[in-house]
């Protein structure tokens, strides 16, 4: 019978201050709010660092957890449990449960066949669809931006009126700067107009992406260390966080998708990310399939169906 003590082990990966996350290091012992996703209930959960007293912003590490109130979760945690850990409202990191140690809250864990039952249930894989209305929409965006930059190119303000626009250098750099972006941006959505394969594969093996510029298209489960979302200016992206992101990064002949994707590394952790902007299905149903794929599929990723 569980007495005292951890509750459960974790990795833990706290996101950057750039991402939302502490401004300062943690120490063991640190207690934030711990939030699971089919809970409405919060507690919070010391963390034990294991092998380190100190963790900065962006780090990963492992951790027991031991819960004020454990008892508002029994039966409902496994191995493989994802949660949030947060400040207040502010969410600053993400974990995944390694091992139950209170076995008070361990919930029922599928078997093999319950896990080929729901392998069934998925069809083995989803398709979704790029959306050509949601591309056509993004073509007139990129008309318009091009548009407005031409506008910007050959209005002349009154002496005085405006010390913005009256700056050549920022005028001139502004427009020209944006007229490229607008093109760029109106030949690749013309171009997806045309492309008929499907935006997202979801699969037994990984993910295939097809459904903006920076995508890498196969990413198998073997390399997905956790799905997480981050909102940006109030747009929600589905982030695929990856045991290996520099291989990533790296395997890009093309050197300003390469930068696009260690940017986003830098500043949400992880170089790959899934938005609804092209795709025929709406951003929480993408979001859920991910998830629901995630959970069954790393679990079979060795087994034969």
């Not at 990966?13 to 012992?29: H, L, M, N, P």
């Not at 109130?69 to 029994?74: I, R, T, W």
């Not at 850990?85 to 809250?105: H, M, S, V, Y």
């Not at 149903?285 to 629901?292: A, G, P, T």
């Amino acid at each position: 019978m569980y007495t005292t003590g951890a509750d459960f082990t974790a990795t833990l990966i706290y996101y950057t201050t750039e991402q939302g996350g502490r401004k300062t290091f943690a120490q063991t012992g640190y207690r934030p709010q711990l939030k699971f996703s089919f809970a409405t209930n919060q507690t919070s959960g010391m963390q034990h660092f294991i092998g380190k007293e100190i963790v900065s912003p962006g780090d990963t590490v492992d951790a027991e957890i031991t819960m004020l109130s454990p008892h508002l979760f029994y039966n409902c945690l496994t191995v493989g449990t994802q949660f949030e850990f947060r400040e207040g409202d502010k969410i600053i990191g993400t974990g995944i449960i390694t091992a139950i140690l209170n076995t008070n809250i361990l919930g029922a864990e599928p078997t093999a066949a319950e896990y080929l039952i729901k392998l069934k249930e998925l069809n083995k894989q989803t398709s979704i669809r790029l959306s050509k209305l949601k591309i056509l929409q993004l073509v007139g965006i990129c008309l318009l931006f091009i548009g407005m930059s031409a506008w910007l190119l050959w209005y002349t303000p009154k002496p005085g009126s405006n010390p913005l626009f009256n700056n050549a250098i920022v005028k001139y750099g502004a427009s020209i700067a944006g007229i490229l972006l607008g093109v760029v941006g109106f030949c690749y959505y013309t171009y997806k107009l045309t492309d008929n394969k499907p935006g997202l594969i979801v699969g037994r093996t990984g993910i295939t992406d097809n459904s903006s510029g920076t995508a890498v298209g196969f990413i198998p489960w073997a390399d997905v260390k956790q799905i997480y979302e981050k909102e940006v200016y109030r747009k929600k992206f589905i982030m695929i966080a990856l045991h290996n992101p520099q291989e990533y990064i790296d395997r890009q002949t093309n050197m300003a998708k390469r930068k696009i994707m260690q940017l986003n590394f830098s500043h949400y952790g992880s170089p790959i990310f899934i938005q609804s902007n092209t795709l025929n299905m709406e951003y929480e149903e993408i979001n859920d399939v991910l998830h629901e794929y995630f959970a069954v599929y790393k679990t079979l990723a060795e087994q034969p169906l």
